[in-house]
């Protein structure tokens, strides 16, 4: 997958709205391949391009994993990889990675021995682990399939893995499609002392078999959101809905979405989202680049910010940040 689209992303101009509300982003990816166009210059331009975002929290992505030593260790490679991007961001002033959520097994028996290495790795920016349990069986085409074993969320040895993060004091995110909402539950209700992060909404899909069915999947999305909610223990990341695999189609248009066309769009699930799990449980995320295949940063921010005009100002200030810094302790 290829990021670098701002030709593209250009021909649609937008002037950042609220322009001073600060901004934490507690979602998005870096690649250190050439290829895949989004580093750390390509970042910083989509942060310094007129919102104020200030801190960002990393997310596990795959990326720049060792390419020697145990397979249990490689991805405290990324770890490695993120604290020296933040190290340069911050030495460049400005908007800096002030976090990092990297991979482990969690099913793995010598679990901790990973967490160690995490955490020595991380210095000091290690906040949790995601172990996502993504899995689509429906035969449809998936830009960003996703890889796990079925029913991983009611391995034992999983949920065990689970319980370990929260006796550990770190959280855990993880994504999966909306059909996976209630293994989810059972896995939130399982483990109700690991702070949780439900990432992308569940992702609703819509394309192959589930690409006239978006009616129908909203309604059952929307009681699997309010038993989510029950759990205490979950807090949402309200962002990731423009992902191709979404299937609203930006991403293959001559012109990238406008912030009115997201608000028409995805507005229904936002405050869905927000009313089940209230404010203080919610955070925007960019999930940028994934969702700069159908979007610009202005754009996706701008968006946020007319969904979030009919909240107070102090419901505002924890959605677009203050959540944020209490998950992953910024």
Same mark, same amino acid.
């Given at each position: 997958?290829v990021?670098?689209?701002s030709?593209?992303?250009?021909?649609?101009?937008?002037?950042?709205?609220?322009?001073?509300r600060e901004?934490v982003?507690?979602? &998005?990816?870096?690649?250190? !391949?050439?290829q895949?166009g989004?580093?750390v210059p390509?970042?910083?331009g989509d942060?310094? !391009?007129?919102?104020?975002?200030?801190?960002?929290?990393?997310?596990?992505c795959?990326?720049s994993?060792?390419?020697?030593?145990?397979?249990?260790?490689?991805p405290v490679?990324e770890?490695?990889f993120?604290?020296?991007?933040?190290e340069k961001m911050?030495?460049m002033g400005g908007?800096?990675? #002030?976090?990092l959520v990297a991979h482990a +097994?969690?099913?793995l028996?010598?679990l901790d021995?990973?967490? +160690?290495a995490?955490? #020595?790795?991380?210095k000091g920016m290690f906040?949790?682990?995601? &172990?996502?349990g993504?899995?689509d069986e429906?035969?449809?085409?998936?830009?960003?399939?996703g890889?796990?074993?079925?029913?991983?969320?009611?391995?034992?040895?999983?949920?065990?893995?689970v *319980?370990?993060?929260?006796?550990r004091?770190?959280?855990? +995110?993880?994504?999966?499609y &909306?059909h996976?909402?209630?293994d989810?539950?059972?896995?939130?209700?399982a483990?109700?002392?690991?702070l949780?992060v439900l990432d992308?909404f569940g992702?609703?899909?819509?394309?192959?078999?589930?690409?006239?069915k978006?009616e129908?999947?909203?309604a059952?999305?929307?009681e699997?959101?309010?038993?989510? #909610? *029950?759990?205490?223990?979950v807090?949402?990341?309200?962002?990731g809905?423009?992902?191709?695999d979404?299937?609203f189609g930006?991403d293959?248009?001559e012109?990238p979405a406008?912030s009115?066309?997201?608000?028409? #769009? &995805?507005?229904?699930w936002y405050?869905h989202m927000?009313?089940?799990?209230g404010?203080?449980?919610?955070?925007?995320? !960019?999930?940028?680049p994934? +969702?700069?295949? !159908?979007?610009?940063?202005v754009?996706?921010?701008?968006a946020m *910010?007319?969904?979030?005009?009919?909240?107070?100002e102090?419901?505002k200030?924890?959605?677009f940040a203050?959540?944020?810094?209490?998950?992953? *302790?910024?």
């Amino acid at each position: 997958m290829v990021f670098n689209n701002s030709d593209w992303l250009a021909s649609v101009v937008e002037t950042a709205i609220e322009p001073e509300r600060e901004i934490v982003d507690p979602h &998005h990816h870096l690649w250190p !391949s050439a290829q895949m166009g989004y580093n750390v210059p390509e970042f910083r331009g989509d942060l310094l !391009s007129g919102h104020n975002v200030v801190e960002t929290v990393f997310m596990e992505c795959g990326a720049s994993y060792r390419k020697d030593g145990p397979d249990h260790l490689k991805p405290v490679g990324e770890t490695e990889f993120v604290v020296a991007s933040a190290e340069k961001m911050r030495a460049m002033g400005g908007p800096y990675i #002030a976090a990092l959520v990297a991979h482990a +097994d969690l099913r793995l028996p010598n679990l901790d021995e990973v967490l +160690d290495a995490q955490e #020595a790795a991380g210095k000091g920016m290690f906040r949790g682990i995601r &172990h996502a349990g993504s899995r689509d069986e429906s035969g449809a085409t998936l830009r960003i399939p996703g890889h796990a074993p079925p029913r991983l969320y009611h391995e034992a040895d999983f949920q065990r893995g689970v *319980k370990r993060l929260g006796q550990r004091g770190l959280s855990y +995110d993880t994504w999966h499609y &909306h059909h996976q909402n209630r293994d989810y539950l059972a896995l939130a209700q399982a483990c109700p002392d690991t702070l949780m992060v439900l990432d992308h909404f569940g992702t609703p899909v819509g394309v192959g078999p589930y690409a006239d069915k978006r009616e129908e999947i909203f309604a059952a999305w929307k009681e699997d959101v309010t038993a989510i #909610a *029950k759990c205490p223990n979950v807090y949402a990341k309200i962002g990731g809905l423009a992902m191709p695999d979404n299937g609203f189609g930006w991403d293959a248009r001559e012109t990238p979405a406008t912030s009115d066309e997201i608000v028409a #769009a &995805h507005e229904r699930w936002y405050d869905h989202m927000i009313a089940c799990f209230g404010p203080e449980r919610c955070m925007f995320e !960019s999930n940028f680049p994934v +969702d700069r295949l !159908s979007m610009s940063y202005v754009v996706y921010w701008n968006a946020m *910010k007319k969904i979030a005009a009919k909240y107070s100002e102090a419901e505002k200030a924890a959605m677009f940040a203050g959540t944020a810094r209490k998950v992953y *302790k910024l």
